[in-house]
């Protein structure tokens, strides 16, 4: 340890190929309220690589939301972000994403070390980013901490991502998880990080706050005695729009008055909306399912706070920072148990949890949940527990920690490829 040098706060870096841009502004925005945060605290620069391979142009002519460009440097409230591009060819070959995002990135985070702008490296996502950032540090010589955000269970299927994923968690200095389920899921996988903790996603509690819901549902120009669903996220298989529409003529057989309300546009995972709207065709529902688009942050309240019930039959989450959002309009929550959404949901007054493919128990929950009266002074209390604040605070000790007990290291040559 180096006890003679001078106290200073820790440059943070944050890698992470997930992050918004002008083509993709929802694409990571969890990781950029939280970063961005941290930022108020600590010093930090974004490097946030791009996939690229020559001819992936071609492929935007039939897929138009499929890897759109951004720019190689920009600056966000105020946050120099770099966004060096790395090989990645679809298929296969995605195998080796991590070692090629890791080379990518390298003379970027050189030169940011060397100018005292990294002291500490923040990756979030195992695969490709965490796997890169473990190498990446061994060769720059500083402490890195990896965020699991729940992609590890899908991609822990894939022996070659799985076997990559525990050694790179074993190798770091910290593994940080949104949520404990996720911690346990890489244990299982024989991950043994040599310091772990929990620290969940927070929520800004005066960007979401409930709004009048008469003036709410007569901005989208619902009855005042509508009975409101609502799901936000990206238009994908995994989020479950499609399963909650299937489970809808028969609950609106039972109340003509009820509506479901979907937030959200395409998605780095796809984009499902043409299938989603054919589908309510399809089911004779279009005239209860309103396809509002993608809705900024800063006016996603009034949806919210225009709906009854939040739900969300996703196949898998980490921690759905949206449950939050959600609350904080004091809105109880119906989704599947998957991922950390039980630890989100940690009172029953907060919402119901359903076993994931189970349509009926689905739909009985989401009725029920509908004639309840909940205690909605409770629901947003709960989210103010859980203000960005908190998580913060946080994070800012963990990353004063690596910095003051990271040795003074020589860079380490022949450290193990990526």
């Known amino acids: 340890m180096n006890c003679g040098a001078p106290k200073r706060a820790p440059a943070v870096v944050t890698l992470s190929s997930l992050f918004p841009h002008a083509g993709e502004p929802a694409a990571g925005i969890f990781i950029r309220e939280r970063m961005f945060r941290v930022a108020q605290n600590l010093p930090l620069t974004v490097v946030a690589p791009r996939p690229w391979f020559p001819g992936q142009s071609l492929i935007r002519r039939v897929r138009p939301n499929w890897r759109p460009p951004a720019v190689s440097r920009e600056r966000m409230q105020g946050i ?9 060819a679809p ?17 970027v ?42 992609t590890e269970v899908p991609l822990a299927r ?36 040599r310091r772990e903790e929990v620290v969940g996603n927070g929520v800004d509690i005066e960007r979401f706050r409930p709004m009048n819901r008469t003036e709410a549902r007569r901005r989208l120009g619902l009855s005042a005695d509508a009975r409101v669903l609502i799901s936000v996220g990206g238009l994908c298989e995994r989020k479950g729009f499609h399963r909650v529409l299937d489970i809808l003529p028969d609950l609106i057989a039972r109340d003509p008055r009820l509506h479901y309300l979907i937030a959200g546009g395409a998605s780095g995972e796809g984009d499902w909306g043409p299938r989603l709207r054919t589908q309510a065709e399809a089911l004779g529902i279009s005239e209860h399912v309103h396809f509002l688009g993608r809705i900024a942050s800063d006016e996603l309240r009034w949806p919210l706070s225009a709906a009854d019930i939040f739900v969300l039959a996703t196949r898998n989450e980490g921690w759905a920072n949206v449950f939050l959002e959600a609350m904080a309009c004091s809105l109880p929550v119906v989704t599947t148990d998957v991922g950390g959404n039980a630890e989100v949901l940690s009172d029953a007054r907060l919402g119901h949890i359903v076993p994931f493919g189970d349509a009926q128990g689905l739909a009985a929950t989401i009725e029920a949940a509908l004639a309840a009266a909940w205690p909605r002074d409770f629901i947003r209390q709960h989210a103010e527990a859980n203000a960005w604040e908190t998580r913060v605070q946080r994070l800012v000790q963990i990353f004063e920690d690596l910095h003051r007990q990271a040795r003074v290291v020589e860079p380490a040559a022949g450290a193990r490829s990526a």
């Open 91 to 107: 298929g296969v070959l995605r195998l080796l994403d991590a070692a090629s995002l890791a080379r990518a990135a390298l003379p």
């Open 80 to 88: 120099e972000v770099l966004r060096p591009r790395f090989l990645a």
């Open 109 to 150: 985070l050189r030169g940011l070390r060397q100018a005292g702008r990294l002291d500490v490296l923040d990756a979030h996502f195992a695969w490709p980013d965490g796997v890169a950032a473990a190498w990446l540090g061994q060769r720059l010589g500083v402490p890195v901490c990896v965020t699991l955000r729940g």
């Open 158 to 193: 894939q022996a070659g991502r799985r076997t990559r994923m525990v050694r790179a968690l074993g190798q770091v200095d910290c593994v940080l998880s949104v949520a404990a389920a996720l911690l346990e899921h890489v244990r299982a996988l024989g991950a043994c990080p």
